[in-house]
């Protein structure tokens, strides 16, 4: 298994407020969860997403927010839409 699928999500907190690119949005990590784990990203203020309050009533526009897992499928390598942390791990 490829020494990625080993880090623990301490390994991981200097990743929090890197930049990266996410489907073509500009985001950065804002959280990392260690279920997965995952990263959490928030989109650039320039892309702003109505968010709903814990009614689901439209009440805000905000960054949007991503989780995304860290590792790929077969859990051995980087999940292929977070190619640009490859450099940072």
């Not at 699928?5 to 804002?30: D, E, F, K, T, W």
């Not at 905000?62 to 989780?67: E, Q, V, Y």
């Amino acid at each position: 298994m490829h020494a990625i699928s080993h880090l623990a999500p301490y390994q991981l907190s200097h990743l929090v407020g890197q930049p990266l690119i996410y489907q073509g949005i500009r985001c950065r990590v804002i959280d990392i969860l260690e279920e997965g784990p995952a990263l959490v990203l928030q989109g650039g203020a320039t892309t702003q997403a109505i968010q709903a309050n814990q009614h689901g009533e439209a009440s805000r526009r905000a960054p949007p927010l991503f989780t995304v897992p860290l590792l790929n499928v077969r859990r051995d390598g980087l999940n292929p839409l977070l190619q640009d942390l490859g450099g940072l791990l």
